[in-house]
T-cell receptor, first 112, second 114 residues
């Protein structure tokens, strides 16, 4: 089962920041938080990941709380093309390597 | 840099047949994972290959199998197809499959069983 909880859907106005929350209260100390998004009929697209510190790249920022029990993905200036399902994932360690366990995600609708 | 390539994009099969799907990872990536996506179950992990060896396996029946070649390309096989096997099959690659390495997905093969 997925270790994350996300709201089923959110709306955001075009040009505004989109803040997508995620709860992962059972995360272990060495497990990473990943964010992916999926646009219909395409494979999931990697956005960003982090362990403890906040991270930023050209697509988004990831804010992880100090206790690591929740995080927020921030899309600074949402566009219509950002409409997608956003998945928050805790990368689960296996005996060798790790696997991504996807939940239901958040449907983000960006509206003009 | 080319992304993950999956072929074919679409397949139609009938019950009882078998099917083979192909995945070419990003150049330099040696870990390849397979996932199944259905409307009811979402995205579920099938298995992961590294250096031609299956390293991790999800909770799927033995009808689902795979292999990896020395150039890191991977194939997935499903035998004795059932209606419930209709799904989008996704392949993802990463450098070595470690937790701090993002997996990059292809656009999948959509398999329809009649």
């Amino acid at each position: 089962d997925a270790k994350t909880t996300q709201p089923p859907s959110m709306d955001c106005a075009e040009g505004r920041a989109a803040n997508l929350p995620c709860n992962h209260s059972t995360i272990s100390g060495n497990e990473y938080v990943y964010w992916y998004r999926q646009i219909h009929s395409q494979g999931p697209q990697y956005i960003i990941h982090g362990l403890k510190n906040n991270e930023t790249n050209e697509m988004a920022s990831l804010i992880i709380t100090e206790d690591r029990k929740s995080s927020t993905l921030i899309l600074p200036h949402a566009t219509l093309r950002d409409t997608a399902v956003y998945y928050c994932i805790v990368s689960e360690r296996m005996e060798y390597g790790n696997k991504l366990v996807f939940g239901a995600g958040t449907i983000l609708r960006v509206k003009s | 840099k080319a992304g993950v390539t999956q072929t074919p994009r679409y397949l139609i099969k009938t019950r009882g047949q078998q099917v083979t799907l192909s995945c070419s990872p990003i150049s330099g990536h040696r870990s390849v994972s397979w996932y199944q996506q259905t409307p009811g179950q979402g995205l579920q992990f099938l298995f992961e290959y590294f250096s031609e060896t299956q390293r991790n396996k999800g909770n799927f029946p033995g009808r689902f199998s795979g292999r990896q070649f020395s150039n890191s390309r991977s194939e997935m096989n499903v035998s004795t197809l059932e209606l419930g096997d209709s799904a989008l099959y996704l392949c993802a690659s990463s450098v070595t499959g470690m937790a701090n390495q993002p997996q990059h997905f292809g656009d999948g093969t959509r398999l329809s069983i009649l």
